[in-house]
C-alpha cells in the first residue's frame, strides 16, 4: 500500500473546549451535502496521543514500533515519530516515508515474511538493519545482500499454524528453527533474536504462553551456534481496549520476568498496529441508492421484524474496494450510526449495506435493523482507522475519501505539558472556533 507522499499537505483542526468531534463530523456532513456528498474521514490525533499513554502505563518495558502498512496518513506517522515510537514497515515506500520524517535506522525495523532482493538492498543502504525472516529462502537473499542485517527469527505460533482464523501463515516452526540457525552460521549472517505474531483474531491468551516458552527455547538453541540474542519481539495484534492489553500483560509479564528478566539485557519490542490508529478515525459515508425487498430475503441473523414489513438494501458511497478493504479478510460486523435525527419511536427495519461496485463482495453489513433511511442519508463508521486507507481502485470510480484531522486542545496541552513536539505539525494546526456548530434539523442530509 502506497503512502500519501503526494498529499502530505495537510491540516490539523485544533478544537476548542466547546467543541467536539460529534460537531466536526456534522460540519463536514455539511460541507459535504452541498459539495457532492463525497464520504470522508475524520482522524483525531488525541486519541493515538491518549493510546500512547495508555500502552506506557500498561507495558512500559516494551517498545513499540508501529506497523505502518495500517495507516500511513502523514498526521499520524508524524505523531507517532513525535511520541517517539519505533517503525514496522514493509516496503521500501514504508521505510522511505518514515525517514523522511527524520526517524534514524535504528528505529525502523523491516518485517516483510517476503522480501524483494531490490527491498533488502534499499534497506542495507539506508541503514535499516533489523529484519525478521522465517526461513532458508529468506535467508540466503539477506545473507548476499545485506551484510550488516540483524536477523530477528520469526517463529510461528499456534494462532497461525494451520489455523482458519488467521491468514497469515508465516514463521518457521520450533523444529525447523535448528535448521535455519545453521544456515545462518554457514551464511554468516547473525541472528539477534525472536519475533512472533499472534493476530487479534486470536481470544486466547494463553497461546503467548507458548509463544514465549518457544521463543526462550529458540534463544536457548541460538547460544548453542555461538549467537547472543538480545531482542524479543512480540509482533502486534492488540485492538486497542486497555482491557485487553491488560489481560495480554497478565499473562505475559510473568513469564517474561521468568524467561527474559530485566538485567539480562535482551530487549522487548512489539509491533501494534490497529492498537494506535484503529479507534482514531471515523468514517462518514453517504447513501446512493436503495432497494425494498421482502423481508424473507435475510434468512439467517436477524429477528423478523414481521412478515409483511419491508426490508431495504442500501448501497453507500464507499466499499470493499475502497475503505472497507479490510471487510475481505474480517469478518466484523460493524453497524454504523445514521447521522440524520430520528424518532426514538420510529419503526426499524432489516437492513443490509453495500459498496458501490454492485460485486457481491462488496457487502459491509449483511444484517441490522435501522430506521428507514433516504439517499442522500449519511451513515458514520466508528474505528475505521487500520487498514482504511488505499489508493483509488480502478474497479469502479472510487474517489479517495478526504480526510480531516482534528485535535481537542486539552490533547494538545496535555501533549506539549508531556514535552512532546513536532515543527511541522505545529505548522498545520488551525483554530477550530466552537461556532461551527450547526443544527442537523437543517434537513441537508436528504435528497428527495
Ligand atoms: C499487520 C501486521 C502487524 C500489525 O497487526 P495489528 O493486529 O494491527 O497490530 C504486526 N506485524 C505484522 C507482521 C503484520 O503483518
Request: charged content about 20%; overall charge negative; proline content about 4%.
Amino acid at each position: 500500500m502506497k503512502g500519501f507522499i503526494d498529499d502530505a499537505n495537510y491540516f490539523i483542526g485544533l478544537l476548542d473546549e466547546g467543541t467536539n468531534l460529534g460537531n466536526v463530523i456534522d460540519n463536514y456532513v455539511y460541507e459535504h451535502s452541498l459539495t457532492g456528498k463525497n464520504a470522508f474521514f475524520v482522524g483525531d490525533l488525541g486519541k493515538i496521543v491518549k493510546k500512547h499513554s495508555q500502552w506506557q502505563n500498561v507495558v512500559a518495558q516494551i517498545k513499540p514500533f508501529y506497523t505502518v502498512k495500517c495507516n500511513s496518513t502523514p498526521a499520524v506517522l508524524e505523531i507517532l515519530a513525535a511520541l517517539g515510537t519505533g517503525f514496522a514497515c514493509s516496503s521500501k515506500t514504508e521505510m522511505a516515508l518514515v525517514q523522511e520524517l527524520g526517524v534514524s535506522p535504528e528505529n525502523i525495523i523491516y518485517i516483510s515474511p517476503c522480501k524483494q532482493v531490490s527491498q533488502i538492498k534499499y534497506a542495507a543502504k539506508v541503514g535499516v538493519n533489523i529484519m525478521t525472516c522465517d526461513s532458508e529462502v529468506e535467508l540466503k537473499k539477506i545473507a548476499r545482500n545485506h551484510p550488516n542485517a540483524k536477523v530477528l527469527l520469526h517463529i510461528a505460533t499456534e494462532d497461525n499454524i494451520g489455523g482458519e482464523e488467521s491468514n497469515m501463515k508465516f514463521g518457521t516452526t520450533l523444529k525447523n528453527c535448528r535448521h535455519v540457525l545453521e544456515c545462518a552460521k554457514e551464511l554468516d549472517v547473525q541472528i539477534i533474536g525472536v519475533k512472533f505474531h499472534i493476530s487479534s483474531a486470536c481470544k486466547e491468551s494463553q497461546v503467548y504462553v507458548h509463544a514465549l516458552s518457544d521463543a526462550r527455547c529458540v534463544f536457548d538453541m541460538a547460544r548453542e551456534f555461538g549467537f547472543t540474542m538480545n531482542m524479543l519481539d512480540i509482533g502486534g495484534g492488540f485492538t486497542g481496549t486497555e482491557f485487553q492489553l491488560e489481560e495480554v500483560n497478565h499473562v505475559i509479564s510473568p513469564l517474561l520476568d521468568v524467561y527474559f528478566p530485566e538485567g539480562s539485557g535482551i530487549k522487548i519490542i512489539s509491533e501494534p498496529g490497529s492498537y494506535y490508529v484503529s479507534s482514531a478515525f471515523t468514517l462518514a459515508v453517504n447513501i446512493i441508492a436503495k432497494k425494498v425487498v421482502k423481508n424473507d430475503k435475510f434468512s439467517s441473523g436477524v429477528e423478523k421484524t414481521g412478515s409483511d414489513e419491508p426490508a431495504f438494501v442500501y448501497y453507500m458511497n464507499d466499499g470493499v474496494y475502497g475503505s472497507f478493504a479490510s471487510k475481505l479478510s474480517e469478518d466484523l460486523n460493524t453497524i454504523p450510526e445514521v447521522h440524520k435525527k430520528y424518532k426514538e419511536d420510529e419503526p426499524l427495519f432489516t437492513s443490509s449495506l453495500w459498496g458501490p461496485s454492485c460485486d457481491e463482495l462488496d457487502q459491509i453489513v449483511e444484517n441490522c435493523l435501522l430506521p428507514e433511511l433516504n439517499v442522500g442519508d449519511w451513515l458514520i463508521f466508528d474505528n475505521m482507522g487500520a487498514d482504511s486507507f488505499h489508493e483509488p481502485s480502478a474497479f469502479n470510480d472510487f474517489q479517495k475519501p478526504a480526510i480531516y484531522y482534528m485535535m481537542s486542545l486539552n490533547d494538545w496541552y496535555e501533549m506539549q505539558d508531556a514535552g512532546i513536539t513536532s515543527d511541522t505539525m505545529m505548522k498545520n494546526f488551525f483554530f477550530v472556533p466552537s461556532c461551527i456548530q450547526l443544527s442537523q434539523e437543517d434537513g441537508f442530509s436528504t435528497e428527495a
